[in-house]
């Protein structure tokens, strides 16, 4: 407990925890190109470095790493509760602080559409996410990292 490279992956050249996390990163924003091309029937590409939509890749990113960092490390260790903290910061602002940006984004859309004379470029609205977009990130991160854990350590 608490070693710096896990057994079973000491052929990894960075931490397993950070593989884990940005693997779950990469298949979040995979599955939003893919889940967002069917849904608007046209390729969205864009959705690959976007922010928002589900599932919340921010929530996935984080609860991955704490996951992974609880396993490797243990869920008594001290990194575990600093990489838990930091998701629970990460998701809270995802859902509330990026929620309140994303109305206030669609706010000022409605006032430039009754004041077309202001010349602004358009607002990203697509910022924030709902509870069930993170809640999904939160059981994607953990269940794929938990699956990532498994397969580096039958390694």
Not at 1 to 15: A, E, H, I, N, T
Not at 72 to 96: E, H, K, M, Q
Not at 134 to 139: E, S
Request: hydrophobic share 55%; net charge positive; glycine share 10%.
């Amino acid at each position: 407990m608490g070693s710096s490279v896990p057994l079973g992956v000491s052929w990894l050249p960075l931490s397993a925890s950070l593989v884990s996390a940005v693997v779950v990163q990469v298949a979040c924003q995979a599955f939003k190109v893919v889940f967002y091309s069917i849904r608007e029937r046209r390729l969205a590409l864009s959705r690959f470095i976007s922010a928002g939509g589900m599932p919340s890749a921010h929530a996935a990113f984080v609860t991955s790493l704490s996951v992974s960092v609880g396993l490797w490390n243990g869920f008594r260790s001290d990194v575990f509760a600093v990489a838990c903290v930091f998701s629970l910061i990460i998701a809270y602002d995802a859902w509330r602080l990026r929620g309140a940006v994303q109305d206030q984004a669609r706010a000022l859309q409605r006032l430039l559409s009754i004041h077309p004379e202001v010349k602004v470029a358009a607002l990203n609205e697509n910022l924030g996410h709902s509870l069930p977009e993170i809640g999904a990130g939160l059981v994607v991160g953990g269940g794929a990292s938990a699956l990532i854990y498994l397969l580096l350590r039958g390694l």
